[in-house]
């Protein structure tokens, strides 16, 4: 079992719609949550970072992290077709390398 | 275009040659991480260097695979005799290692490798 579950995907909504986007992880010794966004072909994009549970917010995103039950989540309000990508989580136990998700590929229709 | 490079962007090479990949980190950055990802699943971390420590190498690096930071500066990650196994995109990170908690990571464009 990988220590973080994310599902594949695809997942197809219009645009203008709340895209939800979840991870579930099984050591309980992770501290950190990213979320990166990541377009084809192309390096990983730092998008959202949280420390411990609690959410956090920035513009059009909206973070989770629920340590109790282990399960992190990513909110999208006003879903644009420009957001249309792969959405990794990622998450660490403390300046440590990451440990990343297989990664939630978006398509937002126009 | 200040953030972290790679070279090259692409290698195709047959089985059993020797590829060398080059990292710049952004400026100043004395952390720097390689991570593997292939097709459809997320980024898996190999190895990382603080300043020119090599301070963590994961399981997966096997003994064909060798990383290295000389000056502290840019860092290059050989693969010898290159198995078809090996094909997947290499990815460099880079971050800076100041105070308490964790140093966020940005990541390059990456090297995608095929072995024939």
């Known amino acids: 079992q990988k220590e973080v579950e994310q599902d594949p995907g695809p997942l197809s909504v219009p645009e203008g719609a709340i895209v939800s986007l979840n991870c579930t992880y099984s050591?309980?010794?992770?501290?950190?949550f990213m979320w990166y966004r990541q377009y084809s072909r192309k390096g990983p994009e730092l998008l959202m970072y949280t420390y411990s549970s609690g959410n956090k917010e920035d513009g059009r995103f909206t973070a989770q992290v629920d340590k109790s039950s282990k399960y992190i989540s990513l909110f999208i309000r006003d879903s644009q077709p420009s957001d249309s990508a792969t959405y990794l989580c990622a998450m660490e136990t403390g300046r440590r390398a990451l440990t990343f998700g297989s990664g939630t590929r978006l398509q937002v229709q126009p | 275009d200040t953030g972290v490079s790679q070279d090259p962007r692409h290698k195709i090479t047959k089985r059993g040659q020797n590829v060398t990949f080059r990292c710049d980190p952004i400026s100043e950055h004395n952390r720097l991480y390689w991570y593997r990802q292939t097709l459809g699943q997320g980024p898996e971390f190999l190895t990382y260097f603080q300043n020119e420590a090599q301070l963590e190498k994961s399981r997966l690096l096997s003994d064909r695979f060798s990383a290295e930071r000389p000056k502290g500066s840019f860092s290059t990650l050989e693969i010898q005799r290159t198995e078809q196994g090996d094909s997947a995109m290499y990815l460099c990170?880079?971050?800076?290692?100041?105070?308490?908690?964790?140093?966020?990571?940005?990541f390059g464009p990456g090297t995608r490798l095929t072995v024939l």
């Open positions: 990170a880079s971050s800076i290692l100041a105070g308490v908690g964790t140093d966020t990571q940005y």
């Open positions: 050591n309980s010794a992770f501290q950190y």
